[in-house]
Structures are given as C-alpha cells and as structure tokens.
C-alpha cells in the first residue's frame, strides 16, 4: 500500500498534526494508508450531489449492515432487533455501565488496558477492579480474576482482540471467563472493534455466540473505525444480549445518545459493504509490518522485548531491560524525534512499557526502528 509522507503531513488528523514536523507519529491507532475508494467515493457521492439534509438513508442501513458484515467475517449473526447504534464504542461501553451500576459499584478491566475504559470507569464514580495481565503472552488468568472480584463488582470491560497487547482469547480462555462471570452474575461489555484485524489465520471469536453462559449477559460493541480506518465516522453498533439492557436503553428519548451523522454512516456502510479487497490488502501490508518490527527488536540487542500480536496494528514494547526504562515514550520522543504511546497510561504497573502503531508504510517504519535503535541500549 502507497504512503504519501507529504499527504500525512498535511493531515489535520491528530496522528500526523499533534507533533512538530521532524516527529514521527506511531501512537494514536490510526493507519497512514489512504482510505478505501469505496469509502471515498461514498461521501464523494454526497459532495457531488450537495447532499447535506436530512439523510437518513446509510444510518437507517447500519444495522443490518453490520449483521451482514459480522456473518460473512466471523461466522455468527447477531440478531438485528437486539442491536442499537451509537456514535462511538465507548459511548454504548459508558452508557450500558451506567445502566447496569450505580456510584461506588465495582467495574472491573484486565490491564493494561485502552486508557479511556478506566477514565469512563472513574469519571461514573464507579470503583476500577484491576485485573493486572501478565507477560509475556498476556493470557486470561482465571485465579486473578477471581480474587480480585468483591461482591459489589456489577460489570466487566472486556476487550477482545486486546489493545495494547494484541493478545486474542482462545475458546479455553472465554470458557474460564464466562464461568467466573456467570457465578459472580456480571455483565459483560465486550469492546470487539479490533475483530476484523488478526494475523497468522488465528480467528477472533466474539464472546457472544461462544459461550452460552455469556448470551444473557454479553453486549457487544463493533465499529469500523479500526478496520477500516474510520474513527472520525463515529458510528458504532452495539448487539444488546441481555432483554434487560435492550428495555433500559429503550426508555431514553430519542436523541439522548445522538444519532449517526449521514456521512459517517455512508462511509460506515461503504466499508462493510465493499472494501472488503481494500481491507485484505491492510491487513497483508501490517501482518508484513508486524514480522518485520518482531524480527528487527528479537536480533538487535538493544534490551527491548516484544511479544507477537495476534491482532491489531499495535506492538506493545517491554523497555525494562533497556537504558529508558524509567520513562520510555518521554525519552523516545526527545532523544529519538519518534512518539510512541506511555505504558503507564495503559495501567500503573506499565511504566516502563510503550506502545508501537506499525500501520504505516515500511519505509517510515524501518525510519522508527533507525531512530529506536540509536538511543536504546541494553
Ligand atoms: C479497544 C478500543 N475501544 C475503543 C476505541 C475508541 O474507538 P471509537 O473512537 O471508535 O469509539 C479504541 C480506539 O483505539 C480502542 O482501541
């Protein structure tokens, strides 16, 4: 896939536009790779018409859309009067919390862990149960999850595939999962907007349709903005498993949770209807990116150590045996002119961790590692 460096600059995205030019940006999860055409010519086609009213058309489509989208993909459908749209993941993820805690309830997350889930988690004066993973494969570890649960623990975060470790639960780990949550009767809100994005032929499993413990009790939360590029959309769709949560959410006005803009639901639904070639390409263009960046950090002795996602676009780096330990990012950014994302935002034991956006061209990413390299020693 073609990377224009003078496009990415000229970006008003965050990504590109956060930090001075002789920076380069591999933090926030946005691809550097130019949008489907598909996606394009979507809203190209509004411009053209100056369709700008009141356009329902793509946002009545969502729904169905991603129930299509989730069959031919994961091999399960989600039934489409038990789905609800949202303008973002971590909208439907605060407001079924919400739904389902009150001020001083325990909700728990396996960190580390996508920083805004603890902010939303303490913002909702809920308690966060920190459920720490460990390396180096990050696996589901049943015996902690258990302790660290307390009787006012209502909800769990759950996040699969995972950001920032790339990790994607087997069936044995989901198994174990949804024994622990149906004993202590939790709800589960599981943020699978990384589905579309694995490696090495291993499958994501959506906890939904692979555990029947988890059916009463599961909500889950899709979007294309990760697959497809697509955070500015704001579309989200969210498959409500539990009646209970579906009548709750039905009581709310209309508008209270907002409603899809027209153009983020035409590129939405143009994603998940025909950029199905484009998204393989990505897919083939990071998998590259991955086994390079693996390969570079497990033969140059520089200390940093890294397992190998499964999934996303995201390498999660251990600087603990290196010269930046204390704070890496910060020093990477000064000394090495390259921005990663701060372990210790992702959970406080993650302070000498930082994370890695390798969906860029291989160019600018042997550039990173270059930089990487001539500051980071053992
Ligand atoms: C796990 C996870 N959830 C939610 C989000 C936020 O996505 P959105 O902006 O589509 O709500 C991200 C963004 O990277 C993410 O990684």
Same mark, same amino acid.
């Given at each position: 896939?073609?990377?224009?460096?003078?496009?990415?600059?000229?970006?008003?995205?965050?990504?590109?536009?956060?930090?001075?030019?002789?920076?380069?940006?591999?933090?926030?999860?946005?691809?550097?790779?130019?949008?489907?055409?598909?996606?394009?010519?979507?809203?190209?086609?509004?411009?053209?018409?100056?369709?700008?009213?009141?356009?329902?058309?793509?946002?009545?489509?969502?729904?169905?859309?991603?129930?299509?989208?989730?069959?031919?993909?994961?091999?399960?459908?989600?039934?489409?009067?038990?789905?609800?749209?949202?303008?973002?993941?971590?909208?439907?993820?605060?407001?079924?919390?919400?739904?389902?805690?009150?001020?001083?309830?325990?909700?728990?997350?396996?960190?580390?862990?996508?920083?805004?889930?603890?902010?939303?988690?303490?913002?909702?004066?809920?308690?966060?149960?920190?459920?720490?993973?460990?390396?180096?494969?990050?696996?589901?570890?049943?015996?902690?999850?258990?302790?660290?649960?307390?009787?006012? +623990? =209502? /909800?769990? *975060?759950?996040?699969? &595939?995972?950001?920032?470790? !790339?990790?994607?639960?087997?069936?044995?780990?989901?198994?174990?999962?949804?024994?622990?949550?149906?004993?202590?009767?939790?709800?589960?809100?599981?943020?699978?907007?990384?589905?579309?994005?694995?490696?090495?032929?291993?499958?994501?499993?959506?906890?939904?349709?692979?555990?029947?413990?988890?059916?009463?009790?599961?909500?889950?939360?899709?979007?294309?903005?990760?697959?497809?590029?697509?955070?500015?959309?704001?579309?989200?769709?969210?498959?409500?498993?539990?009646?209970? +949560? =579906? /009548?709750? *959410?039905?009581?709310? &006005?209309?508008?209270?949770? !907002?409603?899809?803009?027209?153009?983020?639901?035409?590129?939405?639904?143009?994603?998940?209807?025909?950029?199905?070639?484009?998204?393989?390409?990505?897919?083939?263009?990071?998998?590259?990116?991955?086994?390079?960046?693996?390969?570079?950090?497990?033969?140059?002795?520089?200390?940093?150590?890294?397992?190998?996602?499964?999934?996303?676009?995201?390498?999660?780096?251990?600087?603990?045996?290196?010269?930046?330990?204390?704070?890496?990012?910060?020093?990477?950014?000064?000394?090495?002119?390259?921005?990663?994302?701060?372990?210790?935002?992702?959970?406080?034991?993650?302070?000498?961790?930082?994370?890695?956006?390798?969906?860029?061209?291989?160019?600018?990413?042997?550039?990173?590692?270059?930089?990487?390299?001539?500051?980071?020693?053992?």
């Amino acid at each position: 896939m073609d990377v224009d460096q003078q496009r990415l600059r000229s970006l008003k995205g965050l990504k590109w536009s956060k930090y001075d030019p002789d920076i380069l940006p591999a933090w926030v999860a946005d691809m550097d790779f130019p949008p489907a055409p598909e996606v394009v010519s979507a809203i190209q086609e509004m411009v053209d018409l100056g369709d700008f009213g009141y356009r329902f058309h793509d946002a009545d489509l969502l729904i169905p859309t991603w129930c299509d989208w989730i069959e031919r993909s994961h091999g399960w459908r989600p039934q489409e009067d038990e789905c609800r749209t949202f303008t973002s993941s971590m909208q439907a993820l605060e407001a079924v919390m919400v739904l389902h805690s009150q001020p001083g309830d325990g909700v728990a997350l396996f960190s580390p862990i996508y920083m805004p889930f603890r902010t939303a988690i303490e913002q909702a004066e809920r308690r966060v149960i920190d459920i720490q993973l460990q390396g180096p494969d990050w696996k589901f570890d049943g015996e902690r999850f258990t302790d660290a649960l307390d009787p006012g +623990t =209502r /909800v769990v *975060l759950f996040c699969q &595939p995972h950001n920032p470790t !790339g990790h994607v639960y087997t069936q044995k780990e989901i198994d174990e999962f949804a024994a622990i949550v149906e004993d202590r009767d939790l709800i589960v809100i599981s943020d699978e907007i990384w589905a579309d994005i694995t490696f090495d032929g291993i499958r994501h499993l959506s906890l939904f349709p692979n555990n029947r413990a988890l059916r009463d009790r599961t909500i889950t939360v899709g979007s294309a903005s990760k697959a497809f590029n697509l955070a500015g959309a704001r579309c989200c769709v969210a498959h409500v498993g539990p009646t209970a +949560t =579906r /009548v709750e *959410l039905d009581k709310f &006005p209309d508008h209270y949770f !907002g409603v899809n803009s027209s153009f983020g639901a035409a590129a939405t639904v143009a994603a998940w209807t025909r950029a199905e070639s484009w998204l393989q390409q990505v897919k083939e263009t990071i998998e590259r990116n991955r086994n390079y960046l693996h390969d570079r950090i497990s033969k140059e002795t520089s200390g940093i150590e890294m397992h190998l996602p499964e999934a996303t676009y995201l390498a999660w780096l251990d600087f603990s045996k290196t010269n930046l330990s204390d704070n890496p990012s910060k020093e990477l950014l000064e000394k090495a002119k390259v921005a990663l994302e701060p372990g210790k935002k992702y959970g406080t034991q993650c302070g000498t961790f930082a994370r890695l956006n390798f969906a860029t061209s291989m160019e600018i990413l042997e550039l990173i590692l270059d930089r990487i390299f001539e500051v980071v020693t053992e």
